[in-house]
Each structure stands twice: as structure tokens, then as C-alpha cells.
């Protein structure tokens, strides 16, 4: 699953108090359960003995993004086609039903108004994009000069190039993503925890 060990170890964080007496013999079992399931609801799933995740998707808006969201689970294909592909897609579609009410949990939390919220966003995600985008353009220049190289071994530059950054590329809008996320939910508990100790 696409977890990067930071958010996970942030998750953790988030969900000490709701899965602490969950072991993996009751995660396990719990997946079992819904391995092989028909149908689901997808703006009201919760996975059986686990937790129930809050419902921050009222409203037409947020029940649209919650069914954009499990469609584009459903459509990646990062995960092999396997036995438990459907199962991972749904513990996927859980933990991020989580994490999503908990971050707007703590914006609602926070007393902000939403022009705040989206400017501190917004803030996020351009300071993260500026500096990965300046790696991007600094393993870029590295690359250009170790493609060369590959034409001794009589492959096509233009090619090699054009692949390894394409990849490159990808990568870094990954990391994006992901620092992004893991950015907002620190900011967001953070402020929230500041204003609880004053």
C-alpha cells in the first residue's frame, strides 16, 4: 500500500487512543470478515470490530469527494491484481476515512475561518512543491549527464532520458502527496494542542 513510514508513524499517533487495545490477531480477524464481500456502502463503510470512523462527508460536496476518492482507489494500479486486492482497497478506503474526519475535525477544532484554512493550504502545498520541484530539476541535470553514458552501451539517450525523469517525475509528485499530507495533519493537531495548553 502507498503508507510512507512518516504519515504511518503519524497515524499511529492519531489513532493511539481508538485502536489501542487492538491487536493484529483482531485486525486480522476483522479483515477476514470482509474479505469477499459483494457490495459495500461506500460513504458508510466501517470495517466489523473495528472502530467506526466519524462521518465528515456530509453534504453533497463531501459525499462526491468520498466516492472520487474510492474510485480512484479502486483504479490504481500500484497494487497486483490479487486475492486481497479488494480487501486492501477497503482497509485503504477505512484509514483514510479516518484520517480525512480527523484533519477536519481538527480545522473544525481550530476556530479558523475557511479563507485561513485554505491559505494555510495553500502555503503547504507550495512550500513542499517548490522544494521537491528544485530536487526534480537538480536529479534532472544529474540525469542528462548519466544518460550519456548509456549511449556507449548502444541505447537511445533521448529514450533513457525520457523514461527515468517520467519516473523521476512521478516520483516527486508522490513525495509531494505525501509530505504534503503528513504537513497538514502536524499543523493542524499542532495548533490545536498550543491553543488547548493556553
Not at 32 to 56: C, K, R, Y
Request: hydrophobic share 35%; with cysteine; aromatic share 10%.
Amino acid at each position: 500500500m502507498h503508507l510512507c513510514a512518516c504519515t504511518l508513524s503519524f497515524t499511529k499517533s492519531v489513532f493511539t487512543g481508538l485502536f489501542a487495545e487492538i491487536t493484529a490477531e483482531d485486525l486480522l480477524s476483522s479483515l477476514e470478515q470482509i474479505h469477499g464481500l459483494q457490495s459495500i456502502t461506500v460513504d458508510a463503510f466501517s470495517i466489523p470490530d473495528l472502530p467506526t470512523p466519524p462521518n465528515p462527508f456530509r453534504g453533497i460536496r463531501r459525499k462526491n469527494s468520498s466516492l472520487k476518492r474510492w474510485l480512484i482507489i479502486c483504479s490504481d494500479d500500484t497494487l497486483r491484481r490479487g486475492h486481497y486486492r479488494g480487501t486492501a482497497n477497503l482497509l485503504r478506503k477505512y484509514l483514510g476515512d479516518f484520517l480525512i474526519a480527523t484533519y477536519l475535525e481538527d480545522v473544525q477544532n481550530s476556530g479558523y475561518d475557511d479563507a485561513y484554512v485554505q491559505e494555510i493550504e495553500r502555503a503547504v502545498i507550495v512550500k513542499t512543491l517548490d522544494s521537491f520541484w528544485r530536487d526534480h530539476l537538480i536529479n534532472m541535470n544529474r540525469l542528462s549527464s548519466a544518460v550519456n553514458v548509456r549511449s556507449f552501451g548502444h541505447r537511445n539517450p533521448l529514450e533513457e532520458y525520457k523514461i527515468d525523469g517520467c519516473r523521476f517525475f512521478i516520483s516527486m509528485l508522490s513525495a509531494t502527496r505525501r509530505l504534503t499530507v503528513e504537513s497538514l495533519l502536524q499543523y493542524w493537531s499542532s495548533s490545536n494542542k498550543a491553543d488547548e495548553l493556553e
